[in-house]
């Protein structure tokens, strides 16, 4: 949703359940985007229950059978429907065989592939290998490269395989490593915290949609973070994500403040 909101062209594959849920959710995707790829399955579509605290953190209970019944390769219509320049998103849904194949049939055929492992099972260690660019946050870092210090978690991503890293920072905004060693941080806005759900997909789609339009990694993670601090300040998921206007004004500014 907020990469479309970017103005990229975005094809969603996803499955959804065979109940009233599912075709909701289809409803709203394709409002914003190209949802014709969602699969569904003969399942109860995926459902969240967010608890949000005074603070606006929040704890999530997902049910995910749909997503642990799907493979976007099966049927042979995600690997025909990359293009090389193409930017592939993957987050932590699936089964990590399925993502890891995904990633690999997307960067074999020349597309641009980030990986954001949310949500992160215990003890998961996704591959690598085929990461232009992770972005995980704070715990996931830490998770995944044994140390707490954004940093050296950023360059430890690299050292097992992505292209480049990003951690997020939650209300420190987030830190942006490359294969060269350099590291980037753009802090955040300040705001009042309503609900943090939904913002870690914000920063995502808006990562992925800035890069599609040509930005500059830097600019675009710069754009992400005031794109999630808009979403932290009002309540929910899909209404909380910036609109096409708000995501137009943001880009347009950043970008000046960068040139």
């Given at each position: 949703?907020?990469?479309?909101?970017?103005?990229?062209?975005?094809?969603?594959?996803a499955?959804?359940?065979d109940?009233?849920?599912?075709?909701w959710?289809?409803?709203?995707?394709s409002?914003?985007?190209d949802?014709?790829?969602?699969?569904?399955?003969a399942?109860?579509?995926?459902?969240?229950?967010i608890?949000v605290?005074?603070?606006?953190?929040?704890?999530?209970?997902?049910g995910?059978?749909?997503?642990?019944?799907f493979?976007?390769?099966?049927d042979?219509?995600?690997?025909?429907?990359?293009?090389?320049?193409?930017?592939?998103?993957?987050?932590?849904n699936?089964?990590?065989?399925?993502?890891?194949?995904?990633?690999?049939?997307?960067?074999s055929?020349?597309?641009?592939?980030?990986?954001?492992?949310?949500?992160?099972?215990v003890?998961?260690?996704p591959?690598?290998?085929?990461v232009?660019?992770?972005v995980?946050?704070?715990?996931?870092?830490?998770?995944?490269?044994g140390?707490g210090?954004?940093?050296?978690a950023?360059?430890?991503l690299?050292r097992?395989?992505?292209?480049?890293?990003?951690?997020?920072l939650?209300?420190?905004?987030?830190?942006?490593?490359d294969?060269?060693?350099?590291?980037d941080?753009?802090?955040?806005?300040?705001?009042?915290?309503?609900d943090?759900?939904?913002?870690?997909?914000?920063?995502?789609?808006c990562?992925?949609?800035?890069?599609?339009?040509?930005?500059?990694?830097?600019?675009?993670?710069?754009?992400?973070?005031?794109?999630a601090a808009i979403?932290?300040g009002?309540?929910?998921?899909?209404?909380?994500?910036?609109?096409?206007?708000e995501?137009?004004?943001?880009?347009?500014?950043?970008?000046?403040?960068?040139?």
């Amino acid at each position: 949703m907020a990469a479309a909101r970017t103005g990229a062209d975005v094809r969603f594959h996803a499955a959804i359940g065979d109940d009233a849920a599912g075709l909701w959710i289809r409803e709203q995707l394709s409002r914003d985007l190209d949802a014709s790829h969602l699969t569904m399955l003969a399942l109860p579509s995926d459902r969240s229950t967010i608890i949000v605290d005074v603070r606006g953190e929040n704890l999530i209970v997902t049910g995910a059978s749909c997503a642990a019944a799907f493979d976007p390769l099966a049927d042979g219509g995600f690997a025909t429907s990359i293009e090389r320049g193409d930017i592939v998103v993957m987050q932590g849904n699936l089964l990590p065989d399925v993502t890891t194949a995904c990633l690999q049939a997307a960067r074999s055929a020349g597309a641009m592939t980030i990986l954001n492992p949310s949500p992160l099972a215990v003890g998961s260690t996704p591959c690598m290998d085929a990461v232009s660019l992770a972005v995980v946050n704070a715990g996931e870092a830490e998770q995944l490269t044994g140390t707490g210090d954004a940093a050296a978690a950023a360059r430890e991503l690299i050292r097992q395989g992505a292209d480049s890293a990003i951690v997020t920072l939650g209300a420190a905004g987030c830190l942006v490593a490359d294969r060269e060693g350099r590291i980037d941080r753009f802090a955040a806005p300040k705001v009042d915290v309503v609900d943090t759900s939904g913002a870690g997909d914000v920063f995502c789609g808006c990562l992925a949609g800035c890069l599609a339009a040509g930005i500059s990694l830097a600019a675009a993670a710069r754009i992400a973070v005031r794109a999630a601090a808009i979403s932290v300040g009002r309540p929910g998921t899909l209404g909380s994500c910036p609109d096409r206007q708000e995501m137009k004004i943001l880009m347009e500014t950043t970008e000046a403040e960068t040139a």
